[in-house]
Every structure is written in C-alpha cells, then in structure tokens.
C-alpha cells in the first residue's frame, strides 16, 4: 500500500541517528514512531484480499477484525494523551487495548465454534435485559427501553440466535471455554507478564486503593492525605511494552486472509526492530 510507504519512508539512516542522540529527542522519536505504528495498524486492517473476501468478512472474521480495530483506535487515544502529557487516562485506555490485542492473537489460534463462543459470551447482559422484560420491568415501558430492547433483538436475529441457545455460556460463566483471561493470556503471552501490565492495569478501571495513591491522592508530612487535583505527567517509554501484544495479532490476521506477502512481513518486521532499539536505548539513557 502507498499509504504504508509514505509512512515509513521518512526512517533512512540520518533520521534515525538523530533522533537517538538525546533524552528529548529519543522522547520525540518515540512519540512520532509510535503514532505512525498506530496508523500502520489502522492501514493492515483496510488491506484485503480480493479473492478470498471479494465484499466483506465473514461472521468468523468479523469478530477478530473487530478487536484489530478497536486496538489502533485505542493506541491512537493513548498517543492523543501522552501528547496531553496525561498519564492517569492513558492507564485506562491501555488495558482494553491490551485486552483487545491478546483476545485477537487468542481467537486466530482457535477453531469457528470458539470465535462463536467468544461471539455468544457478548450476549450476558443483553439475555438478561430480556428476562427483565419478561419479568415486568417498567424501565421497557420507556422509549429508551423500547430502544435498547429493539437493539438486543436486532442482534439476536443478525447471528439467527434464540434466547435458549446460551447453555454452553451459562455453564461456562459467559468465559469463552470456560477460561479466565488470564488463562487466555497465558496461553498467548506468558503467564509472568500478566501482574505487571494487565494485572495493574485493572486497579485504572475498579478504582482501588493503590490506583488512588498513585493518581488522586497526595501524603502530606504528617501522614495525612489531601486530593491531588492536577494530571500526572506521561512517560511515553511505557509504549514500547504496550507494543510488544499488538504487533502479533496484526501479523496474524494477515497470514490469515492470504494477504501476508513479503512487504508486510518486513514492515512488521521493522516495527519490531525499532521498538526493541527503543525500549534498549531509553534503558541506557534514562536512569531509573
């Protein structure tokens, strides 16, 4: 695609040296490097092979391509803060994306009636909506339960699903197979990961007592608290493990429309060379 090369084309030698001379200019690199991984992202999910997909996906595909998507809008979101210099939303924003990434990397590793177990564990809630209305519940006497009803009923009919066809997911805990995501992490990554990114990652999302003293709160000499009201500044190194989820799963969705050819393979490649430059030379520059 022209749009990759123009992306790309920018990274000879020279660029490169300069911009791994300094802290500020290595901070400055990296933002730009990153940004355009996310647009390179963007890019591998809009490439298509023609014969195998003459119009769109298929509902196997669909769903994998679903996540690939939501991970460089999530990666672009992530950027437009550390621009911001927003660290405190950039920790919320991560954790679905890594989510997104590892799910993806899981679902291309599986079999069609997973990728349909992973598509029914979505209907948990949306069921439940049904029985409420089915109980009495005065919130569908609403227009906005009126809409919301419709919608659950719209997306049952897309997948020809009948509320009675859930019985392996309810057996299942609505889990795909029955397995915790750390399981599916696991299984894709390695399970010694998880504490350090995902793992605390989730205190962003459920608000817990150490996400407060990292973010909204401030110790005072005599041991007592006091809000911290301001944004805490970003570290844009924190990008380059992020990395290390999301270039997989982009590489397989290619091998798996067929449209995996020698280009694409080293412009992954690459994306992977760079950003292990990175995380090694902000390790010798920064210190702690």
Request: net charge negative.
């Amino acid at each position: 695609m022209e749009e990759l090369q123009a992306i790309t084309e920018k990274y000879d030698a020279e660029y490169i040296k300069n911009g791994f001379s300094t802290v500020d200019d290595l901070n400055r690199f990296a933002l730009t490097f990153y940004k355009d991984v996310a647009e390179i992202y963007d890019c591998i999910t809009r490439i298509k092979n023609t014969e195998r997909n003459p119009t769109g996906y298929s509902i196997d595909d669909a769903p994998i391509l679903g996540l690939l998507v939501r991970v460089w809008k999530l990666m672009k979101e992530v950027i437009r803060y550390y621009e911001e210099d927003n660290a405190e939303v950039i920790s919320v924003l991560e954790r679905p994306l890594i989510e997104a990434a590892v799910t993806a990397s899981f679902l291309m590793g599986s079999t069609p009636d997973i990728v349909e177990d992973y598509r029914k564990c979505s209907y948990k809630d949306r069921l439940r909506l049904l029985r409420e209305m089915e109980a009495g519940s005065p919130f569908f006497d609403t227009k906005a339960g009126k809409r919301l009803l419709q919608s659950v009923r719209e997306k049952l009919a897309l997948e020809g699903l009948r509320p009675d066809d859930f019985d392996a997911q309810k057996k299942n805990r609505w889990k795909i197979q029955g397995k915790t995501f750390h399981a599916i992490f696991s299984e894709v990554e390695h399970a010694d990961l998880y504490a350090c990114t995902y793992g605390m990652m989730s205190e962003s999302v459920h608000g817990s007592w150490n996400e407060s003293l990292d973010w909204s709160l401030t110790r005072k000499d005599d041991g007592t608290f006091a809000p911290y009201p301001f944004s805490h500044p970003a570290d844009v190194r924190y990008l380059s493990p992020t990395l290390r989820f999301t270039n997989r799963p982009y590489r397989l969705w290619l091998q798996r429309i067929d449209a995996y050819d020698e280009n694409l393979q080293a412009q992954l490649d690459w994306v992977d060379r760079v950003n292990g430059a990175l995380f090694r030379k902000f390790d010798t520059l920064y210190d702690g």
